[in-house]
């Protein structure tokens, strides 16, 4: 029961339930019809990490993002002295690594699995995957990806004046008063 037609009138099966369930509470598939998750679904391979494995390096060539089924993965970049900085944990429900969708470009940090993990990996082939079969589908999530890293960068960008306010009057006087 592999075709989506069928799979969308009768219902797909319980695992493939789960995974669509998972993939409706995400932003990368927001708006998405339950006959466009099937479809996106028939895409995503289900993968396995035991502690402290790594699932992918910095550097290495971006392939696609992963949704955290169940497990936690710690993201972390090592700077030019070679410390490592951690710089999220990221739990089930989530997902890590859009940017792999949008641009191959390399990894800019590490994701290592800091419990027993179970990923959903949604890789870029799989997405030009979809991009061949329909087109509008595909349009739909990287429009969704594209207005998360968007929202993510003004953050970044907040979080980067706030960092550059310290030094200022103003950042003197929030420090001063606790704030």
């Not at 789960?18 to 479809?39: H, N, Q, T």
């Not at 972390?76 to 792999?100: C, D, H, P, S, W």
């Not at 419990?115 to 959903?120: A, C, N, P, Q, S």
Request: proline letters at 4%; glycine letters at 8%; charged letters at 30%.
């Amino acid at each position: 029961m592999d075709n989506p037609v069928w799979s969308y009138i009768f219902g797909p099966p319980k695992e493939k339930r789960s995974k669509i369930a998972l993939m409706r509470e995400l932003p990368a598939f927001e708006g998405l019809s339950d006959w466009e998750l099937v479809m996106v679904e028939r895409n995503i391979h289900q993968r396995r990490f035991g502690v402290g494995e790594v699932i992918f390096g910095e550097d290495m060539p971006g392939a696609g993002m992963y949704i955290i089924k169940s497990g936690e993965v710690l993201i972390q970049k090592k700077t030019k002295e070679g410390q490592v900085l951690k710089l999220a944990t990221i739990g089930e429900r989530n997902f890590f690594g859009e940017m792999a969708l949008i641009d191959e470009i390399p990894r800019s940090a590490s994701a290592v699995a800091e419990k027993e993990t179970i990923l959903l990996a949604f890789c870029k082939p799989d997405l030009d995957n979809v991009f061949d079969r329909n087109p509008r589908l595909a349009a739909k999530i990287v429009k969704n990806i594209s207005r998360l890293i968007c929202k993510r960068l003004v953050k970044a960008n907040e979080n980067l004046e706030a960092l550059q306010g310290v030094g200022s009057i103003e950042g003197q006087k929030e420090c001063e008063n606790g704030e």
